[in-house]
């Protein structure tokens, strides 16, 4: 079967900050199959797409090779960029980022109920 449409497989896993055998435990696979996704630069067995997807967080969209779909649009300026540019950090600094987040929104929401 020839897909005219190929996806970087392997650029999704490593931004999600996954190893080919972590990625294929979590999946319930081996890691030569993930391996010979990554060749052929799609996956080639339907019952992984949705779970997948999920692992890496992307879209199935995204995985199937088509644009991404925005629900919430990222907000302009200095304060979307720097979203964008959180968005292409690797899952685990991505946590990092939100927490920081979290605990300076969180102080900050305090504060301004406390005036």
Do not use: C, Y
Not at 16 to 37: D, M
Not at 45 to 51: T, Y
């Amino acid at each position: 079967m020839r897909r005219d449409i190929e996806i970087d497989l392997t650029a999704m896993r490593e931004r999600a900050g996954l190893s080919r055998r972590e990625f294929a435990r979590q999946l319930g696979t081996s890691h030569t199959n993930v391996n010979s996704w990554e060749q052929a630069g799609w996956i080639t067995k339907s019952e992984f797409i949705v779970p997948a997807a999920a692992i890496l967080g992307v879209t199935v969209e995204e995985l199937l090779g088509l644009p991404k779909t925005r629900k919430n649009p990222i907000p302009g300026g200095r304060l979307g960029q720097a979203f964008a540019a959180a968005s292409e950090l690797p899952r685990s600094k991505q946590e990092k980022v939100i927490a920081l987040l979290d605990a300076f929104v969180a102080q900050h929401s305090t504060e301004a109920r406390a005036s």
